[in-house]
């Protein structure tokens, strides 16, 4: 199934990036694209998710100085643009790999694209780490882990649920009884001639 080789993926880039557990750290793909170009777009994309969930703990802290701030927040911009960049190719992905697939006259349309599902997935991934490391947190109090452990066994039932949900989808797909249809992003906030700020700047 595609979500087992996700999910798979998505637990070894987190164990990897907290090795060093640092933002500044240098980034190395473990899959060439020449040779799985999926396995390549999943890593890139959950290494994406993990850096800017860090980006988000930092920039929340109260005494972070206003220079630091500002230039982290351009950094989280740029992450998301990247992130919302990586999610289009896979969609790319899969639309070039159905390409021949002929829908039924049945077929119908889901409401959101698979790739925009696995990056929920793969934010999902995240949420399951972080929680886990607080139900076993030394210093937290028992009612914390309790309260935690509740939260933890709500997420791996929606891994569950998210990752039964893009297999079918994509199964669909295959089968002809769902039809891809991509809509770009279109983000207005980083274009210089839609974002009248930035047009103002030229």
Known sequence: MFSEKANA?????????????????????????????????????????????????????PEIDPVAALTLKRKIDASNQDRTDTVEYIDSYFLDKYKDTKAKESATINSESPAWAIDRLSILALKIYHMDVEVNREDASEAHKAACEKKLNVLLEQRVDLSTAIDTLLNDIETGDKYMKVYKQMKMYNDDELNPVLRGKK
């Open 9 to 61: 993926i998505f637990q070894d880039v987190i164990k990897t990036y907290k090795i060093l557990n640092s933002v500044d750290q240098p980034f190395t793909n473990k899959y060439d694209k020449n040779e799985d170009v999926i396995a390549h777009l999943l890593y890139r994309k959950s290494w994406i998710d993990t850096v800017q969930w860090a980006y988000e703990d930092i920039i929340r802290d």
